[in-house]
T-cell receptor, first 112, second 112 residues
């Protein structure tokens, strides 16, 4: 079975540009989570969805960050405009009720 | 709110040594508990889990027992290998939507 699929795996862009990260959860999973991981702050939960509806976005750092889940098989995390301090590894994870989260391999984002 | 505290790293040990990583939690009720492992350049992978008091989770030689009386879920392995070098995260299931509360992670370095 395919796991959580994230794209791109690596992204390098200049500050001020719009960045879109993509995630395809495991088929049948109804919860989706976006995390950010840095050396300084560790693993941070940004936002999560259940049945495509955002449940808690209190971890989203600023209005420059937005996330959508238009259907059960796709989600995006957008940063506009991007800043160097947004450089991090962004993970998507999915789960079905009462089951552990399954993580993707992450997107390594570098903002120059 | 719910929280997870795990011992700081890095933990450095020689091959075939005994490994313990301490994890304690604060939560309302009796949440499910998990250990995840993250190898360099990869996402988090579920290592083991326990869903109720006195349950023992085990996988790949690793074990952890859910101790309600001490609110702990310490990870142990009797004889580590170089390939066990990774970051280990303790986590609890924090709500009915599947949100997890992760610890800060403990880096383990095993030398030949």
């Amino acid at each position: 079975d395919a796991g959580v699929i994230q794209s791109p795996r690596h992204e390098v862009t200049e500050m001020g540009q719009e960045v879109t990260l993509r995630c395809k959860p495991i088929s049948g999973h109804n919860s989706l989570f976006w995390y950010r991981q840095t050396m300084m702050r560790g693993l941070e939960l940004l936002i999560y969805f259940n049945n495509n509806v955002p449940i808690d976005d209190s971890g989203m750092p600023e209005d420059r960050f937005s996330a959508k889940m238009p259907n059960a098989s796709f989600s995006t995390l957008k940063i506009q405009p991007s800043e160097p301090r947004d450089s991090a590894v962004y993970f998507c994870a999915s789960s079905s009720h009462n089951q552990p989260q399954h993580f993707g391999d992450g997107t390594r984002l570098s903002i120059l | 709110g719910d929280s997870v505290t795990q011992m700081e790293g890095p933990v450095t040990l020689s091959e075939e040594a005994f490994l313990t990583i301490n994890c304690t939690y604060t939560a309302t009720g009796y949440p499910s508990l998990f250990w995840y492992v993250q190898y360099p350049g990869e996402g988090l992978q579920l290592l083991l889990k326990a869903t109720k008091a006195d349950d023992k989770g085990s996988n790949k030689g690793f074990e952890a027992t859910y101790r309600k009386e001490t609110t702990s879920f310490h990870l142990e392995k009797g004889s580590v290998q170089v390939s066990d070098s990774a970051v280990y995260f303790c986590a609890l299931k924090a709500d009915s939507w599947g949100k997890f509360q992760f610890g800060a992670g403990t880096q383990v370095v095993v030398t030949p």
